[in-house]
């Protein structure tokens, strides 16, 4: 059975975007698979592969890292589920992966960034604050006068993806797919992170998330 080491935080809390973009994958597809928490500072569970970060996914002949990769090395190895529909969603999907790593979750870390702590307990709560704050070259709390003006700013940012969603029901087509399940991270990080309101729940976008928590089940 396939192993997926996952982010984790304080009892059990899984939050990470990229791993949960994989999870939803394997879900949806109906892959079995396990997953193997992992907290900031268990490096050790992952020195097998030589990487720093998780989602890292474990099979019966090596490992994969990186959840791009991830994605191409299930679109490989299970055929029968058609990961990518065609070349067009292949392309897309890659487009998302950068979006949103690269755009939409730097604008999302600083309306969660000074609450991220509360879910996080030990060694992780010194780990989180030291890596962060040399990476923003500040406190944590400097995006606090910031938070309204980032939740708009992401508001606007998805604009496109909401009128795929208003048009279609989701943003594959008329049912999921890998292109939502690339998204749905992001929405899930602030879920369990933050106490913001992301979203009006009137939003289109709100409800395609609510939809897609009902296949991860939580």
Not at 187 to 205: E, H, I, R
């Amino acid at each position: 059975m396939l192993k997926l080491y996952d982010l984790s935080g304080k009892n059990d809390l899984r939050f990470s975007p990229p791993c949960w973009n994989i999870k939803l994958c394997l879900m949806q597809n109906n892959i079995d698979f396990i997953t193997i928490p992992v907290r900031f500072t268990d490096k050790d569970k992952i020195a097998f592969s030589k990487q720093k970060l998780v989602p890292i996914l474990d099979y019966k002949d090596g490992f994969v890292s990186d959840s791009w990769n991830i994605i191409n090395w299930l679109n490989e190895n299970y055929p029968e589920k058609k990961i990518f529909i065609n070349n067009s969603s292949k392309n897309f999907s890659y487009f998302l992966y950068l979006w949103t790593s690269k755009q939409l979750l730097p604008i999302l870390f600083k309306i969660i960034a000074h609450e991220i702590p509360n879910v996080l307990e030990g060694d992780d709560i010194d780990y989180y604050l030291n890596t962060r704050e040399r990476r923003i070259n500040g406190p944590i709390t400097k995006f606090l006068p910031f938070i309204s003006s980032s939740i708009e700013e992401f508001r606007k940012s998805i604009d496109p993806i909401r009128k795929i969603i208003i048009n279609n029901g989701y943003i594959s087509g008329k049912k999921p797919g890998i292109e939502d399940c690339i998204f749905f991270g992001n929405l899930k990080w602030v879920d369990v992170c933050s106490s913001c309101n992301l979203l009006d729940d009137k939003d289109p976008v709100y409800k395609w998330y609510k939809n897609l928590q009902k296949i991860a089940n939580v």
